[in-house]
C-alpha cells in the first residue's frame, strides 16, 4: 500500500514535470518584455538627463537593476509612479542630481545669427531639425521634444528653448476647484 | 411563466406606443425651466451694421481655415476672406462690404478666454454684395455641388459647427435612409430655431428639399418639441409640398434636441456608441443649416449672418438676424440692454454653454444664444457636498452612463477606468449636474477628465513618434557606420589587387568609390605635370615639327579619355627611354587628351552631370549603379505624386 502511493506520486511527479518542461519551450518569450514595457512609460524625450544615451538604454538599465526610477525628469512624478506601479517597487522622489521638470518647450533656431555649422543637426536625436551644411537650419516644432542637446554644441548660441504656449487649441479644462470666499462679519452671531 | 412576462411587456410596449404617438422615449433627461416666452414675443429684428465686424478664424470645428486676404484689402459682401484647409475645414467669409483693418489676436468667444487668430473688417456702410450666382442643383452633379459647398462657410448652426459640406457627402458605406430635421432645441432660453421656423418655413422647406436631393434620403422626419406649437403648425404647412416627410411633436424633454437622442426619439433607433448615424443611414441636419443650404444654392450667399436669441436678464428680450463678427455689447444694447443686477454673460443654453470671458466677444458661427444672468435667474450653487451615492445621476443620464462611478474616477484622476466607463460618450449635457442632490459640479468633472486624457493621448503620440524616429536616427548611424567599414575593406582589398593587375584595378577603383576617384586625380594631377616637363624637353629638340603634326593627332583621338590615359601611361614612361623624336610625339598627344578630358570634367561639373563610365565595368558594380539609378527614379516620382497636395 505505502510502495503504490509512492510509486504514484513518483509517476505523477514525472508526468506533471515533462509537462512544465514542454511548456516551457512552447511558450518561450523573446526578448525581454520588461525592458519595452519600461520604455513604453519613459517619455522618449531621448535628452539623456538620466545619464543613459537615450530611453531605450536608460530603460535596459533599470531592468537590469542597474539604474534607479526616478532619474527621468521630463516623465514628471506620475513617470515615476507609473515605474513603480509597473516593477512593484516602491515610489521615490524624483532625484535632483539628474534635473527637475520643466513645462514642455521645443528649440528654437534664431535664423540670422545661424551659420549652417550643421553640428545641432548631428546632436539631435529625433532629427528634428532641417538643414544643410553653409544654409540656415530650422527646427520641426512638432518633432522637437525639447531635449536640449542642440544648445551646447552651437558655436555661436543661436538656439533657445521656448515654452510652448497655451492656445485655444491645447487648452484644458481645469479640475473644479470652489474659491473660499469671506463672509461679511455678523458680529451678533457667534458660530456653534 | 416566461410566457407571462413576454405577454407583460408586449402590453406595457403597445400601451407606450399608443400614448406617446409613436414616441420612442430615451432613457433620463430633465425638466428645467423653458424661459421660452420671454423671446418669442417679438419678431427676429435685423440689426444695423456695426462700426467693425471681428472674425475669428476658429469659427467651426476642425482645421483652421488659410487666409486670403491681407490688412489693407477691399472685399464686398460675401467675400472669401479665408477658404477651407484639410477634409474638416469651413471657409470664412465677409459679412458685409468694407476694409479689412487689421489681423491679430484677439480674444475670442471660447470658454478659455484666451485670443486666437482674427480678421478684423470697417464696413464701409454699402453693404454691396459680390456678384451672386445661384446653382442649379436639380441639375448639377453631385460631386460639384459638394465642391461648392465646401467655400459657402456653412457649418451646423445648432452649435457643434461641423462643416456642412462633410455630411452631405456621399462616399459613405451604407446609403441614408432618413433625414432628420433636428427643430428640438430643447435647451431652456434659446428660441432662434422657433422663431426660424415660425417666421421662414417655406425657406427651411426648401433647404430640406436640397438636403434630401443631396442625400438621395428616401425619408424625411422633422423633430419638434411640443412647446412649440406655432413653429409646428408652420413647419406642417410648409412640408406639404415635399414628398415623404412627416412633422412629429416630440414631448418637451431635454435633451431631446441632442442627435442621439433624436434619433431614438422618432426611430426608435439606438446608435451604437462606437458608430456615426450615418453608418445606419440616418443623417441629422438642424433647421438653420438647412435653411442656409437653400440660401446658399438658391441666391449664391455664403454664410455671413445667423440668429441669435438673447435673453435672460435683458430689458426686451428678443431674436436678432446679425451679421457674423458683430460684438455682442451691440446685440445687449439692441435687446434693451443688460439689467443692473447682471453678473456675467452665458453663451448657449444654461445646461450646455459656457460663461463669456468678457462681453467683448464677436458673434460667431456657435452663437445661438447669449444669455444675461443674475442671482435671481441663476442662482450661483451652494457649496458642493459629498457624493451620498443615491445615483440620481444614473437615472437623468440620457446617455445610460454611471455618472457617480465617472465622477470618482475624474475626481481620482483615474483616466483609464474613467475611459474604461464609457466617459467619452457623455454628451455634457449637464442632467446630472441638475439632478444632483449635493450639488456636485459633475460636468465640470467630465470635461477636465476628458481634456486631460486627450492631453495624455497627444503626448503618448508625440512619445510614439519620437521613439520611432530615434530607433531610425540609431539604425541609419549604425548602417552608415558598416557601409564606411565595407569600403575601407573592399579598399584594402583593391589595394593589393592593385599590386598585382594594375591595369584591372584603375578601372574598379575610379567607378567603385570616390576615394579612388580622388587618387585617380592625383595620378592624373602628376602624369600631366610629367607630360608638361617632358614636352618642354621634346619642345626644345623639335619645335616645328610637333607644332605642324600635333592638331591633326590630337583630333583623331577617342572621346573616351580616362581608359586611354591608363593604357598610354605606362607607354608613355617606356617610351622615355627610346629616340626623342617618338617621345616627343606621344607625349603631346597625351598631354593634349588630358587637357581635353579636364575640360570636360569642368564642363560637367558647371552642368551639374555626372560622369558616366559604364563601360568596361565589373558585373558588381554595373549593380551598383543600377541600385542608384533605382532610388534616383524612385524619388523623382515620389516627388512628382506629392506635387499635386
Known sequence: ?192 | MNTIIQFASKLIKNLATNTANDIHKFHGGVHPDGHKYESTTRPIAQLPIPQTLTLPLRQHVGYIPKLKVKVGDYVLKGEMLAEAEGTVSAAIHAPTSGTITAIEEAVIPHPSGLPDMCVTLTPDGKDQWKPLTPIDWKNTAHSELISSLRTSGIVGLGGATFPTHIKLRKDRSSAIHTLIINAAECEPYITCDDMLMRERAEEIIQGIAIAQHLLGAAKVVIGIEDNKPEATQAMAGASQSLTNAVVTTVPTLYPSGDARRLIHLLLGVEVPHHKRSTEVGIQVFNVATVLAIYRYFAFGEPSVSRIVTVTGNVTTPQNFEVLLGTPIPLLMAAAGGAKPDTTHFVMGGPMMGFDLPTLNVPVTKAANCIIAASPALFAPPPPAQPCIRCTRCADACPVNLQPQELYWFAKSDNFEKARDYNLFDCIECGCCTYVCPSNIPLVQYYRYAKSEIIALDKAQEAADLARERNDFRLARIEREKLERAQKHAERAASAKNNEAKPELAETEKTTSNPDAVEAKKAAIAAAVERAKALKLAAANIDAAKTGTDLPVQAESTPDNTLPNIAEAKPDATTSATNEAQAKADKQALIAAAIERAKAQKLAAAQTGATPKNTENLSAKVKAEIDEIEAIRTKAQQMIKSKAPD
Open chain 1, 1 to 192: 500500500m505505502l510502495l503504490t502511493s509512492i510509486y504514484v506520486m513518483l509517476g505523477l511527479a514525472l508526468v506533471l514535470g515533462a509537462l512544465l518542461g514542454i511548456a516551457a519551450l512552447l511558450f518561450k518569450v523573446e526578448g525581454d518584455p520588461v525592458v519595452a514595457r519600461i520604455d513604453a512609460i519613459l517619455p522618449q524625450t531621448q535628452c539623456g538627463q538620466c545619464g543613459y544615451p537615450g530611453c531605450k538604454p536608460y530603460a535596459t538599465a533599470i531592468a537590469n537593476g542597474e539604474a534607479d526610477i526616478n532619474q527621468c525628469p521630463p516623465g514628471g512624478d506620475a513617470g515615476v509612479h507609473a515605474l513603480a506601479d509597473l516593477l512593484g517597487v516602491e515610489y521615490k522622489p524624483l532625484n535632483a542630481e539628474h534635473g527637475l521638470p520643466k513645462p514642455k518647450s521645443v528649440a528654437f533656431i534664431d535664423e540670422a545669427t545661424c551659420i549652417g555649422c550643421t553640428l545641432c543637426i548631428q546632436a539631435c536625436p529625433v532629427d528634428a531639425i532641417l538643414g544643410a551644411a553653409k544654409h540656415m537650419h530650422t527646427i520641426i516644432a512638432s518633432e522637437c521634444t525639447g531635449c536640449e542637446l542642440c544648445l551646447a554644441p552651437c558655436p555661436v548660441d543661436c538656439i533657445s528653448m521656448v515654452a510652448l504656449a497655451e492656445t485655444p487649441d491645447n487648452w484644458k479644462w481645469k479640475y473644479p476647484v470652489f474659491p473660499i470666499k469671506a463672509l461679511p462679519v455678523d458680529s451678533g452671531k457667534v458660530p456653534s
